[in-house]
């Protein structure tokens, strides 16, 4: 029998012995949590009722550390640190004790806030320890439960009609994955389905035609769908994205550029949107004939980083049907606007689409990266798409419990209700403060305001953190709103006064 050295053996002791107290450390903190929750009837999520400022944002403790991470690395975006311990449902707690209602949530990704119960729980069963532990290649050695549990979680909130997935790490290499499969499936129709020739094989090892073809993906412009090295040549909204970096020669076009009311604008918009379809076509047809066909057509149902631009259902469905007739691939970017805050679990539901599209791809709020896609845009050949991880199945176990949650507490009909708060808010400030803001816009709590210009825009989002209220930029004059889906109404109600507050002191 083989047998651990003494050494070995004490160390592991050592190891369990300390697993087992971080367990028991955990669970009463989660005793703690769950017990000033159930005394808090009004607050279902949060133990915490309102902000609480003590200094000016950042404090001093995050100037200290600001000073020490600059030695390391570049800090310019870092507005503070945080104290993830001290955080709590809605509110985010810096390490200067400051405590804010955050409505912009880690980039879009915290689906249930901070330190939520159930993400507790999950991490505390003692059966979902080695996937975290291990972190398997999912290609290749995937755990025992990996099917169930994607037919539990990701396969269980699928947008219609796409029941295959691929899984990705992040936002970027979903997409840059997403661009690859497009590009074989239309490959594969060219050769009818046949093998590729020993050219083809061979001159794609040079990175030439006919192995690496001519071949484009239409985006639009204001759009964001990564910072890698394919994704960037479809990102277009801010220059310092792309700076200095080598672009493929792809088809941009213009995204409708919507005027609000929309009550108001019902005919100028139709026509503007009329014209950038037209666009499209311009386009498709312009690099067809230049030898570099359209294989992808991509677009958000929001173009968030952009500005959180918004488009009529029908300008998607005549979008989907251009893809259609020519032959390229729709491709639905849901990475921020996936995963309940639109009021739908995917925002493109509500376009209701004859033939959905072939492939959506999400991340943020869903933990891990992915593309759903059709059955015809599956890549059989081994390592084509493909990576170590192909996502992480430690995720999988805290996705089982947001989806739990998020059909449990019916968090879909919250985000209705709190952006329905948000929205109206935002429309009465807009009349109070026309010239501050203006062209309020959302769905669900998937909301945004435009500034007179990005310097108010700035220093107001500045005051609000100072007032204990965390939004977000985005574009070059919209603040957005990106809660997390335990955001109540009364939520809403408190930043809608603090945001009135701070824009009276701006008249």
């Not at 450390?25 to 005793?31: D, R």
């Not at 073809?213 to 479809?234: A, Y």
């Not at 998607?316 to 049907?321: D, P």
């Amino acid at each position: 029998m083989f047998l651990l050295p003494k050494q070995s053996v004490n160390a592991h002791g050592n190891t369990f012995r300390l697993i087992k107290r971080l367990q028991n450390g955990i669970q009463k903190w989660y005793s703690l949590q769950q017990a000033s929750t159930e005394t808090n009837q009004k607050r279902r999520f949060d133990t915490y009722s309102q902000p609480l400022m003590k200094t000016p944002m950042p404090g001093p403790r995050s100037k200290e550390l600001l000073k020490s991470l600059r030695q390391i690395q570049d800090v310019t975006a870092v507005q503070f640190f945080t104290d993830f311990q001290q955080s709590q449902g809605n509110y985010i707690v810096d390490v200067d004790g400051n405590r804010l209602l955050d409505i912009f949530c880690q980039i879009a990704s915290l689906p249930l806030g901070y330190n939520h119960p159930d993400l507790i729980q999950a991490l505390l069963n003692p059966d979902n320890a080695s996937v975290i532990i291990n972190r398997p290649a999912l290609g290749v050695n995937p755990p025992v439960d990996f099917p169930t549990k994607l037919h539990e979680t990701i396969i269980e909130v699928s947008p219609p009609e796409l029941k295959n997935v691929t899984l990705m790490g992040c936002g970027s290499c979903s997409n840059e994955n997403a661009y690859k499969m497009g590009f074989i499936w239309y490959m594969r129709k060219k050769r009818d389905g046949k093998p590729p020739t020993k050219e083809e094989l061979e001159s794609t090892l040079l990175n030439k035609v006919p192995g690496s073809p001519k071949l484009s993906i239409l985006s639009f412009d204001g759009g964001f769908h990564g910072r890698t090295m394919g994704t960037l040549s479809t990102t277009h909204s801010k220059a310092v994205h792309k700076l200095d970096i080598p672009a493929f020669d792809w088809p941009t076009a213009p995204f409708p550029q919507l005027k609000y009311p929309l009550e108001n604008f019902q005919k100028e918009n139709q026509l503007e949107e009329e014209r950038c379809l037209d666009k499209v076509k311009q386009l498709i047809n312009e690099y067809e004939n230049k030898g570099s066909p359209v294989a992808v057509i991509v677009v958000e149902p929001i173009q968030a980083e952009g500005g959180d631009n918004h488009a009529s259902v029908a300008f998607f469905r005549q979008l989907r049907n251009i893809a259609k007739e020519v032959g390229a691939a729709f491709l639905v970017d849901e990475v921020q606007t996936g995963c309940a805050a639109t009021g739908h679990m995917w925002a493109h539901e509500s376009w209701e689409l004859d033939d959905p599209p072939e492939m959506v791809t999400f991340s943020k709020k869903m933990q891990l990266g992915g593309i759903y896609h059709k059955d015809e845009m599956r890549v059989d050949e081994s390592y084509r798409v493909f990576n170590t991880w192909l996502g992480d199945s430690s995720k999988l176990v805290l996705l089982e419990a947001i989806i739990n949650c998020i059909k449990r507490e019916k968090l879909i009909d919250l985000a209705k209700e709190s952006g329905e708060v948000l929205q109206t808010g935002l429309k009465s400030l807009a009349s109070k403060y026309p010239n501050i803001i203006s062209r309020p816009r959302g769905m669900g709590t998937f909301c945004a305001i435009d500034f007179i210009d990005s310097k108010k825009r700035d220093e107001i989002i500045a005051d609000l953190k100072n007032n204990g209220i965390m939004a977000g930029s985005c574009g070059a004059l919209a603040m957005r709103l990106r809660p997390a889906l335990i955001f109540e109404p009364y939520h809403a109600n408190y930043f809608i006064d603090a945001f009135d507050s701070v824009l009276s002191k701006h008249k």
